[in-house]
């Protein structure tokens, strides 16, 4: 059956073997109270360059050193009182306490771009597409997906696909466009050598 586009972000499924299957999140990050653009669950998160503060990775990601997956905020809304929210929905009273997957041996359930990624990509690296925009409606999803065009064995690209989507419907045919994988971090704060600027 041909796969269908759909576009989630990058949802945590689970660990490599002999992780931890732990589920924590590091919430020892910050999002920056003027920070005005809504961050969905699923986003690719860095460092910013000029301050302390994470921001949402941008562009392809090919030499992106990525800092964990978001997947929620402790904020205070201008006039209430702090409170837990699915996503950042955008500036906010005081900086925001990010919840962060960013164990080094994290397994996320992606989709792909378009053109599908087959199985001999298994064990290469691979960027990821903004998507188109996600919505604040419910659980605040991303549309971030990874891009089959940036599949390489260079080792700059910020994720790694460690199997294809195992399970049944939508996602799960190879051959057709949209299908989804299982990647883990490759460039990432935890795995990289180079230190973050």
Sequence with gaps: ???????????????????????????????????????????????????????????????????????????????????FFNYWPGAQAGDGKAHIIDAPNALFKVAVLNTAVPATAIGQNIGFSTGAGGTTIGAGFATYVVDQATLTTGATAPFQVYSLFQGIGNGSDPTTPYNWVVVTFNNQRFRTLTGVA
């Design 1 to 83: 059956m041909a796969n269908t586009q759909a576009q989630f972000g990058f949802q945590h499924i689970g660990f490599l073997s002999g992780g931890a299957p732990d589920y924590q999140l590091n919430s020892n990050y910050a999002i920056q109270s003027t920070y005005a653009t809504a961050i969905l669950q699923g986003t690719p998160m860095i460092k910013s360059a000029a301050s302390q503060y994470i921001i949402p990775a941008t562009g392809t990601g090919n030499l992106t050193t990525i800092v964990g997956i978001f997947q929620g905020v402790d904020s205070t809304p201008v006039g209430s009182y702090p409170q």
